[in-house]
């Protein structure tokens, strides 16, 4: 007898159903798989076997073939241990009167009949129901991310005995209740503006990247508190909404890291490490490709401690996700796009003793040894970063004491205000941010009156900016107007943004 | 380039024996230097081995052509614009090679020399000095960062400039300075007594520097260490009886304590280029263009010139205004040359 049951694998972050067939026939008993399972596909034999034995059930001794059709994807990982076991169990008759048909079953068996949590479940769960399937078979390990999808009745089981009582009928599991997404459900609150010593000039940079989703890159010794304001930045930044929760919690859950919420309910705050490989960042692998860091940091930040430590074609290969949105990796087995909108807050040191620009200890450092330093960040990414501030080493208590500081939650109101504002603007332009404009919306949006033009004129002589940075400062000034609610840009707002570009002329 | 017989001796001596310094003006002192060629082995020591006269011919002519070609002429001692002051040094140079405006050779020079970490302050003074007393002296100095930079930046303008090299003419040292030596070839004047193809030796900067104040009436040191190339040059210039300018630094800023020394010592205290110029009797010509300030900027320079360097946030508390806006108005005035930003969020007035 044949046996159909469908599974899923992953292709990126999309699921391909896979129908898992199994035929029992007389003859010399042997077990064949066939379909382009890979390594771990195909060991799942011995798990299956293990786990039908541990839970009573018979590991039929005849002649068995099994077809993952179609034949011509690649299948890999463990996802697929529970739909070969119920197609085995179907197929030598061992499960009379059951009804499979529609359903879905994904999950890894242990060697005792346990049902064990795979990765990538949210992003099968989610292409599974746009195919029409609205019966998932599931691990129990799984659910709490599976909850969150509306729409569809998902059984979590945590034994393969549990499975078969399920879909006998004689021990129906109850079905995942759907939960309501709350956004910051997990948040501990560890980190908050208010905990920032002075960097006033800092504070107002931090603001006006998250209100216009620019990217940001502070230059300030060591000890000063780049992190400390960098960790701050999802802080301030809007709540995830549910759909941007999902595309997010999809990614992870590719990548397998997603947390105990099941949902990534905070937006992310990535921090790959200066020794990370092209790899890593971007996203690869050898058979299977896996996100990297930039789409894991989709939504949120990606923060880079120590800029130029970092390896130059690393940060090379940063530019097209940075303009594009998303990254596309071409490999042997495959091309996938992962989307990775993510915003760029970089730090580093202004010069290799640390000192320049100190009140209190002297820099060492020549301007050639200050230049070769800076040069290891290359001008297209730098022209990237639209703004640039210094974090100094005065703390602000210092000069003003008494002064409040003001917390995330009255930041993060400004900010949304001035995303509403751009919302609005951009409605028909199909765009979200300030920073995301092209040529059309500046010229449509950020008229600058003569004077205005005349500053901007001015800062390119005196401090010998790129051409590129025009456009850059301009965007920021539109910023820096939203936060002010003022329809024109104004002088003082150009002068502002000229004042967050300063890094460029040292260079 | 027209060179008589006797600067073709000098230079055939200079580019194509391998003589130093102390031979050469002992053989220069002992035979006309038109005869050099023809007679060289009467005049040199008979130790010296030396090729047959038409090889020498041959040598000088090849090597005279060879400076045409890269467009560089030869100014020995002997020639008329060879500079006045420099020959009053003890060890003045027996040939200089120039590319650019020759007749800056016979103007009145003035050096001005900084070390290469100067104070953003001190290059933006710098810059407004060079660039005035470019109007009435040609602005001696090298070819570095820092105090060099920007004595170039003020007078290039005015291509009232000569920058003497640590050198050959067709190296360049720093090589990020390569296009700006071009600049300075097609504006000004670069000059070095090296050869050219000759590379920056550890002591060449020595050597080049006692030029700089050799070729100048005076000296502005506009910031120097304890230990710094600028002093070498100041050093000179009173060995050579030239005025010596400085500008005052903060006293216990490192990059500055040399000018303080200096000053200590008796060097004249300079802060505009008025100083400088009423001393060789000229009339400074007083900048009245003053630029529009807003109310805002008017309240920060003020606020900026009591306190000589301060924080931004400082200043935006003691302006009573928010720290962006005056980070704003401060980049008005950094645009409009009034201010400089210092580093680390700290603002100073120029």
Redesign the interface.
């Known amino acids: 007898m044949i046996a159909k049951i469908v599974c899923y694998a992953l292709n990126g972050l999309e699921g391909v159903p896979v129908e898992v067939e199994t035929d029992v026939n007389k003859g010399v008993p042997s077990y064949d798989m066939v379909g382009l399972p890979d390594a771990a596909v195909k060991e799942s034999k011995e798990r299956v076997r293990s786990a039908l034995k541990n839970s009573g059930m018979l590991f039929p001794m005849n002649r068995i073939t099994i077809n993952f059709a179609p034949a011509d994807i690649r299948k890999e990982g463990a996802a697929f241990d529970l739909a070969v076991a119920i197609s085995l169990l179907k197929a030598s008759e061992q499960l009379v009167g059951a009804d499979v048909k529609d359903t879905v079953f994904l999950g890894e068996l242990s060697l005792n009949g346990d049902v064990r949590p795979v990765a990538g479940l949210l992003p099968i769960l989610i292409s599974a129901k746009g195919h029409g399937f609205t019966r998932f078979i599931i691990p129990a390990g799984n659910a709490r991310e599976a909850r969150f999808l509306g729409g569809a009745e998902i059984f979590p089981a945590a034994t393969l005995n549990e499975v078969v009582g399920h879909i006998l009928g004689t021990a129906p599991i109850a079905p995942l209740e759907t939960a309501q997404f709350v956004p910051r459900a997990g948040s501990r609150a560890a980190t908050d503006l208010a905990y920032v010593k002075g960097q006033p000039m800092a504070r107002r940079a931090v603001e006006i990247a998250v209100a216009g989703g620019h990217n940001l890159l502070m230059v300030g010794p060591p000890g000063t508190g780049k992190t400390m304001l960098a960790r701050c930045l999802p802080t301030i930044m809007s709540d995830l909404t549910f759909e941007e929760a999902l595309e997010i919690t999809e990614i992870h859950s590719v990548a397998g890291v997603l947390g105990e919420e099941g949902i990534v309910t905070e937006r992310p705050f990535r921090t790959p490490h200066h020794t990370a490989t092209t790899v890593s960042m971007c996203g690869g692998g050898n058979k299977i490709i896996h996100p990297g860091e930039i789409s894991l940091a989709h939504g949120g930040v990606l923060f880079l401690d120590e800029l130029p430590e970092y390896k130059r074609s690393t940060l090379e290969a940063l530019r097209q996700p940075l303009e594009d949105g998303k990254i596309t990796v071409s490999r042997a087995g495959g091309t996938i796009s992962f989307p990775a909108r993510f915003m760029l807050c970089a730090s580093m040191n202004p010069c290799p003793c640390g000192n320049y620009g100190s009140s209190e200890r002297t820099c060492t450092c020549t301007p050639a040894e200050i230049r070769r330093y800076r040069k290891k960040i290359s001008g297209p990414l730098l022209d990237r970063i639209d703004l640039q501030v210094e974090v100094d080493d005065i703390g602000y208590d210092d000069l003003t004491s008494g002064e409040a500081r003001e917390n995330s939650e009255t930041v993060k109101a400004r900010v949304e205000e001035a995303r509403r504002i751009q919302a609005c603007r951009f409605e028909e332009a199909g765009i979200r941010t300030n920073a995301e404009m092209g040529e059309r919306e500046l010229a449509e949006y950020c008229a600058l009156d003569r004077e205005g033009d005349e500053i901007l004129r001015a800062s390119f002589e005196r401090m010998h900016l790129s051409a590129r940075a025009r456009s850059r400062i301009i965007k920021v000034a539109r910023t820096i107007a939203d936060l002010d609610h003022s329809e024109a840009i104004c002088p003082k707002h150009v002068f502002e943004a000229v004042s967050y570009r300063t890094y460029d002329s040292i260079g | 380039m027209r060179i008589t017989e006797e600067e073709r001796g000098y230079l055939w001596l200079i580019g194509c024996t391998h003589t130093d310094y102390r031979a050469r003006v002992a053989l220069l002192r002992a035979a006309p230097p038109a005869e050099l060629i023809a007679r060289a082995e009467e005049i040199f020591p008979p130790a010296v081995a030396l090729p047959p006269r038409s090889v020498r011919e041959r040598e000088a002519d090849a090597f005279l052509a060879s400076l045409e070609k890269k467009g560089y002429f030869a100014v020995t001692l002997l020639s008329e614009d060879y500079p006045e002051a420099l020959k009053q040094i003890s060890t003045p140079p027996l040939a200089l090679f120039g590319a650019g405006r020759r007749e800056l050779l016979r103007a009145r020079k003035f050096c001005i020399v900084g070390s ?2 100067t104070p953003p302050w001190a290059e933006k003074l710098a810059a407004k000095v060079s660039g005035e007393i470019s109007a009435r002296f040609a602005v001696v100095t090298g070819l570095a ?2 105090g060099d930079l920007a004595a170039i930046e003020g007078a290039l303008p005015g291509k009232n400039l000569i920058s003497v090299l640590p050198c050959g003419l067709d190296s360049c040292y ?1 090589a ?1 300075h390569a296009s700006l030596k071009e600049k300075i070839r097609g504006a000004g004047l670069l000059l070095s007594e090296l050869l050219p193809g000759e590379e920056a030796k550890k002591y060449s900067f020595h050597a080049r520097n006692r030029l700089l104040a050799g070729l100048a009436e005076g000296v502005l040191v506009v910031s120097a260490a304890r230990r710094s190339g600028a002093l070498i040059t100041a050093n000179c210039a009173l060995d050579f009886g030239r005025d010596v300018f400085a500008f005052p630094h903060n006293v216990g800023s ?2 500055g304590e040399g000018c303080n020394d200096l000053i200590k010592k008796g060097a004249y205290l300079a802060t505009e280029a008025e100083d400088i110029l009423s001393y060789y009797g000229f009339e400074a010509q007083k900048e009245t263009h003053m630029p529009l300030l807003s109310a805002g900027e008017e309240k920060l320079l003020a606020l900026l010139r009591a306190t000589g360097e301060a ?4 200043l ?2 003691q302006a009573g205004m928010q ?3 005056a ?6 005035l ?2 409009k ?1 009034l201010a400089v ?6 603002y100073a007035a120029v």
């Open positions: 290469r970490i960062e820092g720093p990020a490192v990059h924080h931004l946030a400082a935006a508390e720290v962006f806006e980070s704003a108005l401060l980049s008005a950094e645009l040359g930003k210092a580093g680390g969020n700290r």
